[in-house]
């Protein structure tokens, strides 16, 4: 019988940059014990988002932040919106350039991750932040 | 026992911009009486797109469409395809760079948005367009 | 009865650019004989990815992959990784501008997509390679 599972999960991110919490996610999918099923991860915030990406290069990760950082730069000057400091802005742009939501299928039990794929909370602000990710998980 | 519940929203939006959807999709959904689940937003066109972003500051979302229209500007020389003018290719490149498909949990009965969130339909061509959103709601 | 249905879409992409995918998903997902249900495309790739975009003009797919390549380009000087050559870097951040997943409502036994949308694989390597789409499909 087909079944929901659901929870927050709870992240401290240290500054920004990608964070890896496939782990974490994993570990709570294989919990709940479904064999096949579709696992969704949502960002509750609007300054860090989800990224897939390749998780063997610590090189890749430090030229997508880099990246990220270019096309939608801290300046001043580009922004009317400043409320909380400089690193605000640039946060929602970065945010709304890569995912709020996932959904990832389940077979035979896991996750259909690629073999190089991993699952990162990407932190758009400077400071360390709590962040929230809701999980839900359908199947049997 | 599990159901689904599907419907179609038409959206008239005024212009180019972020036009917010969150009252419309929150209402659909708690009519179906569902606690828990997950709610699909699916965007039946290319040149308009969905975005989930900050809801409290209209300049955040000023900047915002000024982001996108800088990345992806108006140039005549710059495009091939202009078929239906010159805001539409630059519509299809706003579009492929936010996102088409929303998924958001429902939990305890309602979705389960951050605090700062809302959802947005973000018309990239100039006039007035009729819009369609599909929804999908499975739960319990 | 809800049930879900899965399998394993592999594609061989000749090189880079957008290669449509609607007919063989459609087809698949038709074969289940879903009424009414929820489709998802997962990419288990970080050098390719999804994208729902014009199916009509290919002027605007090739303006699409021109874009990409603007926003992403190849330029040894920019990136640390490139163990697998100057196409992959660009490749992983064009990947991250757009889709790893894609969820398709599907109503009245077809998938709701919008009259111009079809559905594409984004190759982002230069060369051939061999791609699987993992799908899920879930109702009834």
Chains 1, 2, 3 share one sequence.
Not at 9 to 32: F, N
Not at 49 to 64: G, K, V, Y
Not at 98 to 107: D, E, N
């Amino acid at each position: 019988m087909m079944q929901q599972h659901t929870t927050s999960l709870d992240i401290e991110t240290p500054g920004s940059g990608l964070h890896e919490v496939t782990a974490r996610i994993r570990d709570w999918t294989a919990k709940a014990g479904v064999q096949t099923g579709l696992l969704t991860i949502f960002c509750q915030h609007t300054s860090c988002s989800l990224l897939i990406q390749e998780n063997a290069a610590p090189a890749a990760r430090r030229d997508l932040e880099t990246y990220f950082a270019r096309i939608a730069p801290e300046d001043a000057t580009r922004y009317e919106h400043d409320d909380e400091g400089p690193d605000d802005m640039p946060a929602h742009l970065r945010a709304a350039l890569t995912q709020v939501q996932l959904s990832i299928p389940v077979m035979e039990g896991s996750l259909a991750l690629g073999r190089w794929q991993g699952i990162y909370l990407f932190e758009h602000r400077r400071r360390p932040q709590a962040r929230t990710l809701a999980l839900h998980l359908l199947g049997k």
